[in-house]
């Protein structure tokens, strides 16, 4: 399973969505109505155990990651840091 696969398995699963149709990999999860601030918080945790890489605050305030292709490319990006953990 892709990176994207598994990303797009854990929100559909875990706020009960399906991608295609109405939602997309550019939706806005946000406006869209399926992730609130905690489901959020609980995505980050996930995103950081699953890809075995840790966050920092910067990561946190300075981007908001809103969409499926969002998230992905900020996995990919933390993925490339020589040092992610």
């Given at each position: 399973?892709?990176?994207?696969?598994?990303?797009?398995?854990?929100?559909?699963?875990?706020?009960?969505?399906?991608?295609?149709?109405?939602?997309d990999a550019d939706t806005d999860l946000f406006?869209?109505?399926?992730?609130d601030s905690f489901g959020y918080i609980q995505?980050?945790?996930?995103?950081?155990?699953?890809?075995?890489?840790?966050?920092?605050?910067?990561?946190?305030?300075?981007?908001?990651?809103?969409?499926?292709?969002?998230?992905?490319?900020?996995?990919?990006?933390?993925?490339?840091?020589?040092?992610?953990?």
């Amino acid at each position: 399973m892709s990176r994207t696969e598994k990303i797009q398995q854990y929100i559909e699963e875990r706020f009960l969505v399906e991608f295609g149709g109405d939602l997309d990999a550019d939706t806005d999860l946000f406006k869209a109505g399926v992730i609130d601030s905690f489901g959020y918080i609980q995505l980050m945790n996930f995103l950081e155990d699953e890809f075995a890489f840790q966050m920092d605050e910067a990561d946190i305030l300075t981007d908001v990651f809103v969409s499926l292709s969002s998230i992905d490319d900020f996995v990919a990006r933390k993925l490339a840091e020589p040092n992610p953990r």
